[in-house]
């Protein structure tokens, strides 16, 4: 399946990319993407990929109550698969000293 969203991590928020209807996360960014930050939108009830990556050091994209957590290394695109089973808010965090600002890398699922 085609991942549903780019998932940028970056000192010190995440920046959350969706293809326009019709187009691909595998091509470069288009004018009619969507855009949002610290809120990742996916759907319950079935498997999810994402691309995620950084723009600066090392993060850790980390959803502790659905137990993954996956490092955001620099230039590498790093697919990651999950489900929730539940239509609902989870918090996602940086598990990874990314600098000063770590600990204001909270963001929402």
């Known amino acids: 399946p085609e991942p549903i969203a780019e998932v940028t991590a970056r000192q010190f928020e995440w920046r959350i990319r ?14 009619d993407d969507i855009y949002t930050v610290n809120e990742l939108h996916t759907p319950s009830g079935r498997p999810v990929e994402i691309t ?9 994209f980390f959803l502790p109550e659905l137990r993954i957590k996956q490092d955001a290394v620099p230039g590498l695109r790093v697919p990651v698969w999950f489900d929730s089973l539940e239509n609902r808010e989870y918090e ?3 598990a990874e000293l990314c ?7 909270k963001a929402k699922m």
């Open 52 to 60: 995620l990556r950084t723009d600066d050091v090392q993060h850790a």
């Open 92 to 94: 996602m965090l940086c």
């Open 18 to 31: 969706y293809p326009a209807r019709g187009k691909s996360l595998k091509q470069q960014p288009q004018p």
């Open 99 to 105: 600098g000063w600002g770590h600990y204001k890398m």
